[in-house]
């Protein structure tokens, strides 16, 4: 009976035994899991820059109207003449000029939902010229001379194309200027991750991971100009580049 007793309490304890030695074993290498697990920080990086515009598009929009055809057009001509005169007496070249076609508008025709009646201007044409240059300074000193034109009787058409500006000053070598922009929003945000490695007592790692993250055009009175119809332009741009980056901790 007795060697019977002793055999029943064994068993039991060696259960315990290789019980508390798995549990051991799981725990231990769950320590070693988490130690292994690197420990980061998530960081933006941040840098603006002044730009001057490289590139304008300026469009001058004229229109007439008149009862006659003929005359509308004829009074058009002699606009579109003379605001050519007046370009490259300010110093543009043939080439920088370009001429859009005319548009003529019959208010009384059937699809405008006017076919009976008379209008005393039943006539409007348009037409523009467009000013394509890298001259950004010229397009400046022409925009305040052209009073000239206005005193000469040549009325430029005012109204806005899907509320784009005019002239609008453009930067047309942003890609070049990409790189340079986010090695210095990098190195920012290695300085902003080096601060907190500093603070915690550690030392900052590689980048495990890195977002571009947005970019945007400025002008110099502030309007995001980010957009295909911006509403205003600007001679002098910011370009602002915000990155997202995760450094490992050492």
Known sequence: MTGSDGGGRILPAIIVAVGVAAAGYWIGGGAARLRSLPRTVTVKGLVEKEVKADQTIWKLGLRRASADLKDAQAKLSGDREAVQAFLVKQGFKENEIEREPTRTLDKLAREYGQSQGSDPLRYVVTASLVVKTSRVDLVR?????????????????????????????????????????LAEATQNGRAMAQQFATDSGSQIGRIRSANQGMIQIFGADGNDESGPYSPTSTLVKKIRVVSTFEFELK
């Not at 052209?146 to 509320?163: N, R």
């Open 141 to 181: 000193t022409a925009l305040g001379a052209t009073d000239e034109l206005l005193k000469a009787g040549v009325p430029l058409d005012g109204e806005a194309q899907g509320g784009a500006a005019n002239p609008r000053f453009i930067v047309s070598k942003f890609n070049d200027l990409r790189p340079q922009l």
